[in-house]
């Protein structure tokens, strides 16, 4: 069975930085992206990054460029994303999310076919 958890969310002032975790099991593919989204109260979910275990390309949605870097530790089958500056605006729930038997990164939202359950990221004062 495959399964993503997340980990990592939690309360941090604006200007703060957190990193999460995606732990990813029940999969034996080689060729896989793991992106990153997320979903703010009212809104639609969103893209924040991807990266593919193929060649280690990233992506990166605009408002993420410069602040957040996604890594993977594949000797732990965990992806992680480092959220840096953060701001009021960043608060959702992030979710990651597995695209098997892909090369590259997916083009769309609906080519992942297994999403975690998602950790809450408040960043208030």
């Known amino acids: 069975e495959v399964q993503l958890v997340e980990s990592g969310g939690g309360l941090v002032q604006p200007g703060g930085s957190l990193k999460l975790s995606c732990a990813a099991s029940g999969f034996t593919f080689e060729d896989y992206a793991i992106g990153w989204f997320r979903q703010a109260p009212g809104k639609e979910r969103e893209g924040v990054s991807s990266?593919?275990?193929?060649?280690?390309?990233?992506d990166y949605a605009d408002f993420a460029k410069g602040r957040f870097t996604i890594s993977s530790d594949n000797t732990r089958n965990t992806v992680y994303l480092q959220m840096n500056s953060l701001k009021p605006e960043d608060t959702a729930v992030y979710y990651c999310?597995?695209?098997?038997?892909?090369?590259?990164?997916?083009?769309?939202?609906?080519?992942?076919?297994?999403w975690g359950r998602g950790t809450q990221v408040t960043v208030s004062s």
């Open positions: 999310a597995v695209a098997l038997a892909v090369l590259g990164l997916p083009k769309t939202e609906q080519a992942y076919d297994y």
């Open positions: 990266i593919s275990s193929t060649d280690g390309i990233t």
